[in-house]
């Protein structure tokens, strides 16, 4: 009887599948095709943690919308009242806007390096 290998684990596979995608060939040289692709995808979104999966989904919404670069009417109505009311007033420094909210630059920076 021959000795089996232990099957790779799910990380383990991605690591190779990471190896190969970087040289664009798989084992036998050959280029990685579409269903490939898809395999590796899935293993990686398998791998995230739950906190995480939602950000993922997000992302491939924002490949999948094709209108993505066309503004609503009334996103550009905003901008258009934005842009009015910005040639007759100075701008509101971010400080202020903060300090509106009881929050400080400090707090802004921390809050943008949470998940």
């Known amino acids: ?4 290998r232990p099957k790779a684990s799910l990380k383990d596979e991605v690591r190779r599948w990471r190896l190969v995608s970087n040289r664009g060939e798989n084992k036998k040289g050959m280029s990685l095709d579409l269903q490939q692709e898809r395999q590796q995808a899935h293993a990686l979104i398998d791998l995230l943690p739950p906190a995480k999966l939602g ?18 009417p009334a996103e ?3 901008i258009a009242e934005a842009d009015e009311w910005s040639k007759h007033n100075e701008p509101i ?3 202020q806007v903060l300090a509106e909210f009881g929050l400080s630059m400090a707090d802004w920076e921390k809050i943008s390096r949470e998940p």
Request: negative net charge; proline residues 4%; charged residues 30%.
């Open 1 to 4: 009887m021959f000795a089996r």
């Open 55 to 72: 950000a993922v989904r997000n992302l491939l919404e924002v490949f999948l919308d094709e209108d993505s670069d066309t503004l609503s």
């Open 76 to 78: 550009a109505r905003a």
């Open 93 to 95: 420094p971010h400080e």
